[in-house]
Nanobody
Framework: QVQLVESGGGLVQAGESLALSCKAS????????MGWYRQAPGKQLESVAN???????NYADSVKGRFTISRDNAKNTVYLQMNSLKPEDTAVYIC???????????????WGQGTQVTVSS
């Protein structure tokens, strides 16, 4: 059993910053890639950023230069630092990780519950 628990969502004004965290817990053998998706009402699920186990990051063009993804492998946690937030960033942000567990040692994706980020103008 693996659970991804997110925190840090909230309401901020445009131009402000917000930091998200997502911690994986359970019978974890290994966590490979970790990342963040988002979904706004009426829009498709969008990949925001992801980070490999090695630490190599990747960003959507819409957030490049504003968001920073990082991870702490010892804490099984991935972070998303969001700066210069825009109203267009408003969405439910969902954590994702590829995890191998003792019960299922082949990697499969796990998802968090989602956390609401609202950016007002």
């Amino acid at each position: 059993q693996v659970q991804l628990v997110e925190s840090g969502g909230g309401l901020v004004q445009a131009g402000e910053s917000l930091a998200l965290s997502c911690k994986a817990s359970g019978s974890i053998i290994k966590i490979n890639g970790m990342g963040w998706y988002r979904q706004a009402p009426g829009k498709q699920l969008e990949s925001v950023a992801n980070i490999a186990a090695s630490g190599t990051p990747n960003y959507a063009d819409s957030v490049k230069g504003r968001f920073t993804i990082s991870r702490d492998n010892a804490k099984n946690t991935v972070y998303l630092q969001m700066n210069s937030l825009k109203p267009e960033d408003t969405a439910v942000y969902i954590c994702n990780a590829g995890i191998a567990t003792y019960g299922s040692p082949w990697e499969r994706p796990y998802w968090g519950q989602g956390t609401q980020v609202t950016v007002s103008s």
